[in-house]
């Protein structure tokens, strides 16, 4: 199964500092092939079913004062293998904000890294997630 990492995923509106309608991937980095824009130009995974990771990111000042709204859609029943894990925000040291979408308790939970040391500030609700696809609007603020 494949895992999805993106890190500072960039909503297809955004009322920010940066916003980006992925036309071409510009300052995109990572994983960049095994992404695709459909035909409403929502950011996808188009890699091929493996085990491992695909990862894109972009580089941002705009952390302070900011909020990401995410729209999600997954065409499957996430599990402990195949879920979404959404970095807010990273700095090069890996220190930062990530959502996870599914995982073993089927939640939506927020997390803060610091060198290393995983810490849950919001912990979702069981089974949420556990549906056949998923649909959802997400807001951090």
């Not at 309608?21 to 996808?44: K, M, V």
């Not at 997954?74 to 599990?79: D, R």
């Not at 990530?98 to 089974?127: C, M, N, P, R, W």
Request: aromatic residues 14%; charged residues 15%.
């Amino acid at each position: 199964m494949k895992k999805l990492l993106l890190i500072w995923l960039s909503p297809l509106l955004l009322f920010s500092q940066f916003t980006d309608d992925f036309t071409f991937f510009e300052g995109w980095h990572g994983d960049t092939a095994d992404f695709s824009l459909d035909s409403t130009w929502a950011l996808q995974l188009d890699a091929p079913p493996q085990t491992g990771n695909s990862i894109i990111w972009h580089p941002s000042n705009a952390l302070m004062n900011g909020y990401w709204e995410l729209n999600i859609s997954m065409c499957f029943n996430p599990s402990s293998s195949n879920y979404s894990k959404v970095y807010l925000s990273a700095d090069s040291l890996g220190n930062g904000y990530y959502v996870i979408l599914g995982g073993t308790d089927d939640k939506i939970s927020l997390y803060k890294t610091t060198f290393g040391q995983d810490t849950k500030l919001i912990d979702g609700i069981t089974d949420f997630l556990d549906l056949n696809t998923i649909s959802l609007n997400l807001m951090v603020d």
